[in-house]
């Protein structure tokens, strides 16, 4: 079975501080994804990665960085937090790029920027 | 561009009523798949089905049943004889050769009362 797994299910920062979310996932996947849920919106996806060290942005990437410096593992990093960043964060992958590939998705993290 | 429409926000039934989640999308490429996603109170999006543009067979797995038809753009998701443990938001998404990326509906919110 694929495994993805988020390192926090629940986040509180402050506004202003710098926020790392990571992603590890266990399947030897090439593709990782950010995304992120709010309530009427459907998941948007931030960023996306198809290989080691490269990133590409999704529909909503400003605030948020990557990293991808294994293949195991992705991080979303945001600069510096603000309250409008309040969401659940979900990290996906899949094996390889190409439409017909179905993602599998982690627990999801719930941040709170206050 | 590609479009996920989930008109149904909210649906409530009762224990053992059938229940159809509807999913109607837009895009302009010939090749595309379709999925469906089940996120419990829990949070993980667990997939349940994927299905390609050139099959429209409709397909059946337990209690789950799909609907595909290019003729309407539609891809419903039927469950027969619902349980409690079916609640849950349903999400619906297209991937489509142009867009690289899977693009989720607003997700339906199914609450199965006992």
């Known amino acids: 079975d694929v495994k993805v797994t988020q390192s926090s299910r629940y986040l509180v920062k402050r506004t202003g501080e710098k926020v790392f979310l990571e992603c590890v996932q266990d399947?030897?996947?090439?593709?990782m994804f950010w995304y992120r849920q709010d309530p009427g919106l459907g998941l948007r996806l931030i960023y996306f990665?198809?290989?080691?060290?490269?990133?590409e942005k999704g529909d909503i990437p400003e605030g948020y960085s990557v990293s991808r410096e294994k293949k195991e593992r992705f991080s979303l990093i945001l600069e510096s937090a603000s309250t409008n960043q309040t969401s659940m964060y979900l990290c996906?992958?899949?094996?390889?790029?190409?439409?017909?590939?179905?993602?599998?998705f982690g627990p999801g993290t719930r941040l709170l920027v206050l | 561009a590609q479009k996920v429409t989930q008109a149904q926000t909210e649906i409530s039934v009762v224990e053992k009523e059938d229940v159809t989640l509807d999913c109607v999308y837009e895009?302009?490429?010939?090749?595309?798949?379709l999925f469906w996603y089940k996120q419990p109170p829990s949070g993980e999006l667990v997939f349940l089905i994927r299905r390609n543009s050139f099959d429209e067979q409709n397909e059946i797995s337990g209690r789950y049943s799909w609907n595909f038809q290019k003729s309407t753009s539609s891809f419903n998701f039927t469950i027969t004889a619902s349980q409690v443990v079916d609640s849950a938001v349903y999400f619906c998404?297209?991937?489509?050769?142009?867009?690289?990326?899977?693009?989720f509906g607003s997700g339906t919110q199914l609450t199965v009362l006992p």
């Open positions: 998404a297209l991937d489509s050769g142009s867009a690289r990326q899977l693009t």
């Open positions: 895009t302009r490429d010939t090749t595309y798949y």
């Open positions: 990665s198809y290989d080691v060290k490269m990133k």
């Open positions: 996906a992958s899949s094996k390889r790029a190409g439409a017909s590939e179905t993602q599998y």
């Open positions: 399947m030897d996947h090439e593709n």
